[in-house]
C-alpha cells in the first residue's frame, strides 16, 4: 500500500534501528534496576504464613489482593483497551492509537513501579510491592495516555516513550508532593492524573505545534465502524470508572462509598452530555465525539472527593454540570484553543481531562472543607482524611486549602514538565511524520493490502464478475 | 451525507429543543430527589467504623461491597456493553443501538435507585443505598433494554426515555409485589426482568405497529461486521450471565450456586442452538442470528432457578430445552407474529426473553415445589426460601404455587403497563421517524461521511488515482 | 452471496444433518452423565450452613466463591473473547473464529467438567463441583483453543467438536499425571496448557496437511478492521493472564504473587516484541500479527513459575526473552515450518503457545530447583511445593527434575494424542472445506449480502444514484 505520498522526503520517519534500540536498552535498564530494587512485599511473599502468625491474621482473605485485585483489573481494562479503543475513533490511525497506547503503558507501568516505589514502598533499600502498587502504577501511566490524547497522531514512538520516562518521573514527584508533603486526598486522582496528565499533554502539544496540519484534515475524521469500536472504549471507562475511583481507598466503607459517588456522577453525566449535543448542532444531531468523550467527565469530576462524603446528590451535580462544561467545550473551546493558542488537541482532552479534572479538585477542597464531625463521626473523620501523626491538629477547612493548593502545584508542574519534555520532543532526530502523514497508520506500521471484493462489506457480485 | 429521503416531510424527527428538555429537566429532578431522598447505607456511610464496632464486625472484608463488586461490575457490562453491542447488528443502526441504550439505562438506573429505594431501602424517611442497590438498578434497566429491542430503529429518544420512566416505574411495583407480597424468589430475574420485560416491549412494539415498514426492509439486514461487533454483545452477555443470576444472591452457598447452575445452563444451550440453526437451514448453514442471540436462552430460562438446588444436570436440560425453543422461534414464530398478530419485533425478544423468561418462571415453580429438607438441610431450606417470620410455615408446594401466580402478575403487568405505554407513545408529538427512515442512523445522529478511498479497508490504488 | 466458487464439488460441507447430530447425541450424553455424576460441592450445596457451624467457619466470606470467582471471570473472558476475537484476524473468517470457538468452548467446558471431576473430585461415587472446578474447565478447553489456531480455516465444526472430546480426555490424563503422579507445580498451565495444547494442534495440522492451500492464499491475510477486532482479543488476554496464571493459586500469598509476576513479564514482553517486530522488518515497520501475538508470549511463559518466588525480576528477564523468541518465530520458523515439515499454523501458534511454553516448563523447573528455606519460609517452602504427606521428603531439586520430566511427558502425550486425532479428522466424512474455500465464512454460515450504498462507511452518493 505505497501511497504516493511524501512520506521521508521532508522527514525520516524510518524506525529500524532506534525504535528497537530505545525498546531494547530501556527494559534492560528496568530488569537491572528491578533487580536491585524490586521484591515482593509481605502479602505476596512465600513468607506470609508466618507474617500472619505474627500480626495474628486468621484467614487469608484478609490479604489485600481480594479487596483490590477486582479492582485492579477494572482499572487495567481502563488503561489498555478504555484509553486503547476510545483513540481509535480516526478513520487511519486505529493500528497507531491501540498499539502506541499498549507500547507506552506496558514501559510505563515498570517504570512507575520503580518511581512511585522509591518514594512510597521503600523499605530497607527494597521495593516492596503489592496489588496496590500494580494499581498505582496503572494510574500514573493513565496520566501519560491521556496527555498521548493531545498529540495522537502527530508523534512516532520514540517520542512516546521519552514522553513517558519524563511523564512518570515527574508524576510520581507530584503524586508525592500532593499525597506526603501537602496530605492530600485524591483517591481518583482528578489533580494528580487528570489536572497533572491534560495540562502536560496540552503544554507538550502546544510546543510541537504545527502550522500546517491542515494538510491531513481529511484524515482527521472518523468513519462510521471507527466510532463503533471507539465507543467500546468509552463504554469500558464509563463502566469500569467506578472502579478506578474506588481502587486505592480505605478498605471498607471508603471504597464502597467511592465507587457509589462515581456510578452516580457518571449516571447525570450522560444525560446533560446528550441534552447539549443536540443542543449545540444546528439540526438537533447527537455527535458521536461528545458521546464519546463528555459522557466521561463525571467520571474525572468526582475523582478526589468521590470517598468523602459528597453524597449521592452531590455525585449527580457534579456530573451534570461536567457533563455541560465538557460538551460546551467541545463545540466551542477546542477550535478556540487551536485557532488562537496553537494548541491542536487530537482529542479534545481539554474537554475530557482538564477542565472535570479541575472540577474535580475544586470539588475536592470542597467537600474537605465542609467536613464535620457529625456528618462523618468523629472517628470517621479521622480516618476519611488521615487526621493522625503529625496531622492529628488538622481541621477539615485547613484540610480544604492544601486540597486547593495541591490543583495549583499540579498545574504548575504540569506546565513545567511539558515545557521540559515539548522541548526535547521537538529534537528532529525522533522520527516523527511530515504533516501530511499525520494520523496515518501506514507510516510506521504494515497495513494490510485491501482489494474491492475481497472484503465481505463490499462484495458487489456484478463488480467481481466483470472488473 | 444529506441522502434525498422524504425525511422530515412525514414526521418531524427534529430533536433540537425536545431532547434536550426532556435530559436536563429529568435530570434536575432526579437530582432533587435525591437530595431529598437517597443517602449512603450504613456500610458505604463515613460511620461504618462505629457500625462496626456495634455490630461486632472485626474485618472490614465483612462490608457488602467485597461480596458482590466484582458481580455488580460483570452486570453492569451485560447492560451496557452486552445490551448495547448486541443490538449493533444492524447496519446502519449502530450508533442509535449503542448510544440510546446508554442514554436510556443511564437515566433509568437513577430512577430505579429511587423507585426499588422507596420499595425496598426506605428507613426513617431516607432510602439508604450500598452496592446491592446498585446491583437492582442495573437489573431493572435491564428490563427497559430488552424492551428496547423490539422496538428497535424505530422510536425516538425521547420516546425511549417516556417508556423508561414508566417501565422502571411499574417494574418496581411487579417486583415489590412479587418479592415482599408474593415473597417469591427471583434471584436472576426470569419473571421481574425478563418476562415482564419483554412482554412489556412486545405490548408496545405492537401498538406502535407500522404497516409500511417494509419500506426500510433494506436496512434491518446486518452487514459482516455489524455482526461481529454484535458478538461483542452476545459473548459479554453470555460470559457475565452467571454473575447476573448470583448477583444479589445470599451470600455463600446460593451465590456460589446459582453461578455453576448459570454456567451449566449456558454452555448446553450453545450446542443446541447450533444443532438448531443448521437443522433449521436448507442448506444446513449457521445463522448469525441464533448464535448471537438463542445461546443465551439458557441464562434467562435459569434466572429464578439457579440459586436453588437446581443441580448441574437440572441445568443442562434446561438450557437444551431453551436453546431449541429460542431457536426455533426465531424461524418460525417471529415471521408468524410480524404477519399475523402485528408484532414488529427487531431484534427477536420474543425468542430470547420472552418465551425462555416464562421457562425460566416455570422451572423455579417445580424446583420450589421440589424442594425437600433433605435436598437443602433443615437450616438450607428455611434460608434458602426466607422461610421465616410471617414465612415460617409456607411449605415448599406453597411456595411452588405462588412462584407460578408471580408469573401470571409478571404477564398481566406487562400487557396493561405495556398497552399504557404504548398509547403515549403514539402521540404524534415524540419525533419518531417515518417508515422508510427507521434503522437509519442518519435521522439523529451526525455521521461521518466515508468517501471511497478514503478508508483503508476499501483502498483501491487504481480506482485512487483515476476516480 | 452465492460466489462461483468449486464448493461441494470437492468435498461435501453440508452440514444439515451431521452436526445437529453430533450436537444433540453429545448434549444428551452430557446430561445423563451429569445426572449420573455431578453435583454441588460442599461450598455451593445448601447443607453448606451445617458445614459452616462442623467446620467452625464463622463468615461466608471465607467460602472458595470469593477467593476466586473474579479471577474465573477473568479466565472466562479469556476463552471466549481472548481466544475468539484474537483469530478473527482474517478477512473472511471472522463468524467461524468466534463462533467455531464459542461451540467447541461450550462443549469442552461440560466433558472437561466430567474428565477433571472424575480424576480430582471424585468423592462417594460423586462429582463434588465448586468455583475452583469450572476454572480447571475453562483452562482444560483453553488447550483446544490454542489447537484451534494451529487449523483455524481449515477444518469443519464436527472436527473441532471431535478433537475436543479427545484433547480434553488426553489433557485430563496428562493433567493427572503432571499433577498428581509426578506431584509437580504448574498453576498457569505452560506445560498442561500451553505446551500440550500447541503440540497436540501442531501435530494434527502437520496430518491434516494440505498441499494445495495456495489456492485460498488470497483470505489468509487480514483486513483493516479485521485487525482491530483481533486486537480486542489480545488485549483482553494480555490484561487478564495475571487472573489467569493465578486463579487456582493456594489462597493468599500465592495468588497474589502468580498475579504480580505475570504483569511483569507481560509487560517485558511487550517491549521486546515492538523492538523486534521493527527490528526484523526491511522498512522499520511494525507488524500486527507479531503485536497481537507475541507480546502474549510472557504471561504463558511464566505459567508454571508464575506462584513461585521468582521475583518481579526474574519475570521481567523471562518476558524479555519469550517476546524475542515469539517474534522471532513469526518471521522465520512459520514460514520453516510450513514449507519443510508441512505444519500449516494459521496463527502461529507454535510461535505463541509452544516455544514460550516449553520455555516456561524450563523457568518452573529451575525456578522449582532453586527454591530455599532462606527464600520461602520453612513453612512457606512446604505449602509453596505441597511437600507434605508422602512428599514431605521432597527436595527442591528432586522437584525440579520432576518439573522437567513433566515437560517431556506433556509432549509425548500431544505428540501421540495430536497423531491418534489427526488420523481420525483425515477420514473424509466431516465435511471440511477444500482447499479454495478455506478460511472463508461462506461454507458454513449464513453470510450477509451486501451491497454498495447500503453501508455508511462505503456510501457513495454519486454511485447511489447512477449504479
Known amino acids: 500500500?505505497?501511497?504516493?505520498?511524501?512520506?521521508?522526503?521532508?522527514?525520516?520517519?524510518?524506525?529500524?534501528?532506534?525504535?528497537?534500540?530505545?525498546?531494547?536498552?530501556?527494559?534492560?535498564?528496568?530488569?537491572?534496576?528491578?533487580?536491585?530494587?524490586?521484591?515482593?512485599?509481605?502479602?505476596?511473599?512465600?513468607?506470609?504464613?508466618?507474617?500472619?502468625?505474627?500480626?495474628?491474621?486468621?484467614?487469608d482473605i484478609e490479604n489485600d489482593f481480594y479487596f483490590r485485585y477486582p479492582s485492579f483489573q477494572d482499572v487495567h481494562v481502563m488503561i489498555f483497551v478504555g484509553f486503547g479503543f476510545l483513540m481509535v475513533f480516526l478513520k487511519r490511525y486505529g493500528f497507531g492509537a491501540v498499539g502506541f497506547n499498549f507500547l507506552l503503558a506496558a514501559f510505563g507501568i515498570q517504570w512507575a513501579l520503580l518511581m512511585q516505589g522509591w518514594f512510597h514502598s521503600f523499605e530497607n533499600g527494597k521495593i516492596l510491592?503489592?496489588?496496590?502498587?500494580?494499581?498505582?502504577?496503572?494510574?500514573?501511566?493513565?496520566?501519560?495516555?491521556?496527555?498521548f490524547g493531545a498529540i495522537l497522531g502527530k508523534t512516532s514512538p520514540i517520542q512516546l516513550l521519552i514522553m513517558t520516562l519524563f511523564q512518570v518521573t515527574l508524576f510520581a514527584v507530584n503524586e508525592y508532593i500532593l499525597l506526603n508533603l501537602l496530605h492530600v486526598k485524591d483517591a481518583g486522582g482528578s489533580m494528580t492524573i487528570h489536572t497533572f496528565g491534560a495540562y502536560f499533554g496540552l503544554t507538550v502539544t502546544c510546543i510541537l505545534y504545527r502550522p500546517n496540519l491542515e494538510q491531513s484534515k481529511d484524515k482527521q475524521g472518523s468513519v462510521y465502524h471507527s466510532d463503533l469500536f471507539a465507543m467500546i472504549g468509552t463504554l469500558y471507562l464509563w463502566m469500569y470508572w467506578p472502579s478506578f475511583n474506588s481502587a486505592v481507598s480505605e478498605h471498607g466503607d471508603a471504597q464502597h462509598r467511592a465507587a457509589i459517588n462515581t456510578y452516580c456522577s457518571l449516571a447525570a453525566c450522560v444525560l446533560t452530555t446528550m441534552a447539549f449535543s443536540s443542543m449545540l448542532q444546528k439540526k438537533g444531531k447527537l455527535d458521536m465525539v461528545h458521546i464519546q468523550n463528555a459522557t466521561?467527565?463525571?467520571?474525572v469530576a468526582v475523582g478526589t472527593s468521590a470517598e468523602m462524603m459528597l453524597t449521592p446528590y452531590g455525585a449527580l451535580i457534579v456530573g451534570f454540570i461536567s457533563g455541560i462544561v465538557s460538551t460546551v467545550g467541545y463545540v466551542y473551546l477546542t477550535p478556540f484553543?487551536?485557532?488562537?493558542?496553537?494548541?491542536?488537541?487530537?482529542?479534545?482532552?481539554?474537554?475530557?481531562?482538564?477542565?472535570?479534572?479541575?472540577i474535580g479538585g475544586i470539588v475536592g477542597a470542597i467537600t474537605a472543607a465542609a467536613a464535620t464531625e457529625d456528618v462523618y463521626g468523629k472517628e470517621g473523620l479521622i480516618k476519611a482524611f488521615d487526621f493522625t501523626g503529625p496531622y492529628q491538629t488538622r481541621t477539615p477547612s485547613v484540610q480544604g486549602g492544601f486540597q486547593a493548593a495541591s490543583i495549583v502545584v499540579s498545574l504548575l508542574m504540569a506546565f513545567a514538565g511539558g515545557a521540559l519534555v515539548g522541548a526535547i520532543l521537538k529534537l528532529p532526530i525522533w522520527g516523527d511524520a511530515s504533516d501530511e502523514n499525520c494520523f496515518e497508520d501506514d507510516i510506521y506500521w504494515e497495513v494490510p493490502e485491501d482489494e474491492e471484493g475481497d472484503v465481505y462489506h463490499m462484495h458487489n457480485p456484478d463488480k467481481a464478475a466483470s472488473p
Open 1 to 59: 500500500m505505497e501511497r504516493p505520498r511524501h512520506q521521508g522526503m521532508a522527514k525520516n520517519t524510518y524506525m529500524r534501528w532506534r525504535l528497537p534500540l530505545v525498546c531494547l536498552l530501556w527494559e534492560v535498564a528496568m530488569i537491572v534496576l528491578f533487580g536491585v530494587f524490586v521484591r515482593f512485599g509481605p502479602e505476596a511473599d512465600a513468607h506470609w504464613e508466618e507474617e500472619k502468625q505474627k500480626k495474628n491474621i486468621t484467614s
Open 129 to 147: 510491592i503489592g496489588v496496590e502498587n500494580l494499581i498505582n502504577a496503572d494510574f500514573c501511566v493513565g496520566s501519560v495516555c491521556i496527555a
Open 296 to 299: 466521561l467527565a463525571g467520571g
Open 337 to 358: 484553543l487551536e485557532s488562537r493558542l496553537h494548541i491542536q488537541d487530537t482529542c479534545g482532552i481539554h474537554n475530557l481531562h482538564a477542565m472535570p479534572g479541575l
